[in-house]
């Protein structure tokens, strides 16, 4: 099985912009979450959706934004992007009623 | 709150060395303690334990889990050069259902 695709793999934006990432679960997959990661913070969870619904939001602001679509690919939107947003964005699935989840390669941003 | 803390937070060995990373945590609603690798990007998933005192392993890596006293540890026997990389341990369960992940620690194999 193909593993996790996300795209694009580098990303650079100007404060202010908004930013879409996309991620592709592995085949039978339909859980999807979203983590940030930084050298200061670590991994922190974003969000997770499974069947197109939100299931569960980390505690971020709500210029970070989600959705999943029917066929569980998953796309993430930050909008007004701020310096601070500068990280690895990693897509991670997971089968059904399964805990283990799968990683992508990640969207490193980078906000100028 | 939840939290997951490893230690240490980095390790420099030389290969052969045998060595035990440290997770412990403190959670709401344990479900399972988690095992990654992250060497350039993705994290791949090592082990998952919901069990408290059964082993799990792979090749020169094992892990058990303590529930009574809230921690795992995650050994690695014989270090090669490949072993480098940061190990993070992850707790899923909690108020919000998902991955809670410590720090990681960042392990150095020489030759």
């Known amino acids: 099985k193909a593993g996790v695709t996300q795209t694009p793999r580098y990303l650079i934006k100007t404060r202010g912009q908004q930013v879409t990432l996309s991620c592709s679960p592995i085949?039978?997959?339909?859980?999807v979450s979203w983590y940030q990661q930084t050298p200061g913070q670590g991994l922190q969870f974003l969000f997770e959706?499974?069947?197109?619904?939100?299931?569960n939001k980390g505690n971020f602001p709500g210029r970070f934004s989600g959705r999943q679509f029917s066929n569980s690919r998953s796309e993430m939107n930050v909008s007004t992007l701020e310096l601070g947003d500068s990280a690895l964005y990693l897509c991670?699935?997971?089968?059904?009623?399964?805990?283990?989840?799968?990683f992508g390669p990640g969207t490193r941003l980078t906000v100028t | 709150e939840d939290k997951v803390v490893q230690s240490p937070l980095s390790l420099v060995v030389h290969e052969g060395d045998t060595v035990t990373l440290n997770c412990s945590y403190e959670v709401t609603n344990f479900r399972s303690l988690l095992w990654y690798k992250q060497e350039k990007k993705a994290p791949t998933f090592l082990f998952m334990l919901t069990s408290s005192g059964i082993e799990k392993k792979s090749g020169r890596l094992s892990s058990i889990l303590d529930k009574k006293e809230l921690f795992s540890i995650l050994n690695i026997t014989a270090t090669q050069t490949g072993d480098s990389a940061i190990y993070l341990c992850a707790h899923y369960g909690g108020s919000q259902g998902n991955l809670i992940f410590g720090k990681g620690t960042k392990l150095s194999v020489k030759p």
């Open positions: 085949s039978g997959h339909r859980s």
């Open positions: 991670a699935s997971s089968p059904v009623r399964r805990y283990e989840q799968y």
């Open positions: 959706y499974f069947s197109e619904t939100q299931r």
